[in-house]
C-alpha cells in the first residue's frame, strides 16, 4: 500500500455495527490501526468491550446498541460525526429445523431492517452534516453457502 493509501482513514471516526466479532472485529482491527477513531455498535457487552480493550481505549470506543431498534441506532448516529460505516448485522440460524416464527423475526430484524435502518440514518446524516465518506454493508460468506451438518 501506498504511503497516502495508509493516512486514508488517519483521524476519520468509523461507525462498525453488529459484529464485535468476526468481520466486525477485524475491520475495527483494520481501521484503527490505520489511525480511524472506530465506534463498536453492538449488543454483545463482553465481546465489545473486550474487543476495545484489544485494540485500546484511545482509538476505540463500544456501545450497546441493537440495530433492530431503529431509535437506538439513531441517537448515535446523531451524535457520532462520522466519515464511514461499516454495516455488518447478521444473525444466523444453522438449520430451519428448529425456525420458529419468533426466531424467523428476530432474523429478518436484523438481517434486513436493521441494515436498511441503519444505511437510512448513516445517509440522512451524512447528507444533513455534509460529510464525504462510505458505507459500507456486508455479510459472512455464510449466508451464500449451505451446511452439510443436517443432511443425510
Given at each position: 500500500?501506498?504511503?497516502?493509501?495508509?493516512?486514508?482513514?488517519?483521524?476519520?471516526?468509523?461507525?462498525?455495527?453488529?459484529?464485535?466479532?468476526?468481520?466486525?472485529?477485524?475491520?475495527?482491527?483494520?481501521?484503527?490501526?490505520?489511525?480511524?477513531?472506530?465506534?463498536?455498535?453492538?449488543?454483545?457487552?463482553?465481546?465489545?468491550?473486550?474487543?476495545?480493550?484489544?485494540?485500546?481505549?484511545?482509538?476505540?470506543?463500544?456501545?450497546?446498541?441493537?440495530?433492530?431498534?431503529?431509535?437506538?441506532?439513531?441517537c448515535i448516529i446523531s451524535w457520532t460525526s462520522f466519515t464511514a460505516?461499516?454495516?455488518?448485522?447478521?444473525?444466523s440460524n444453522k438449520t430451519f429445523l428448529i425456525l420458529t416464527c419468533?426466531?424467523?423475526?428476530?432474523?429478518?430484524?436484523?438481517?434486513?431492517?436493521g441494515v436498511a435502518s441503519c444505511v437510512k440514518h448513516g445517509a440522512?446524516?451524512?447528507?444533513?452534516?455534509?460529510?464525504?465518506?462510505?458505507?459500507?454493508?456486508?455479510?459472512?460468506?455464510?449466508?451464500?453457502?449451505?451446511?452439510?451438518?443436517?443432511?443425510?
Amino acid at each position: 500500500m501506498t504511503n497516502s493509501a495508509l493516512k486514508k482513514l488517519e483521524g476519520k471516526v468509523a461507525i462498525v455495527t453488529s459484529d464485535a466479532s468476526s468481520i466486525g472485529e477485524e475491520t475495527a482491527r483494520c481501521f484503527s490501526s490505520h489511525d480511524a477513531k472506530v465506534v463498536i455498535a453492538d449488543i454483545q457487552d463482553e465481546k465489545g468491550r473486550d474487543l476495545v480493550e484489544s485494540i485500546g481505549s484511545c482509538c476505540c470506543t463500544y456501545i450497546c446498541c441493537d440495530v433492530a431498534d431503529e431509535q437506538q441506532f439513531n441517537c448515535i448516529i446523531s451524535w457520532t460525526s462520522f466519515t464511514a460505516m461499516l454495516e455488518c448485522s447478521v444473525l444466523s440460524n444453522k438449520t430451519f429445523l428448529i425456525l420458529t416464527c419468533r426466531l424467523s423475526s428476530a432474523i429478518f430484524a436484523i438481517n434486513a431492517k436493521g441494515v436498511a435502518s441503519c444505511v437510512k440514518h448513516g445517509a440522512r446524516t451524512m447528507v444533513d452534516k455534509d460529510i464525504k465518506g462510505s458505507i459500507i454493508c456486508t455479510a459472512n460468506i455464510a449466508a451464500t453457502i449451505g451446511s452439510d451438518e443436517y443432511i443425510d
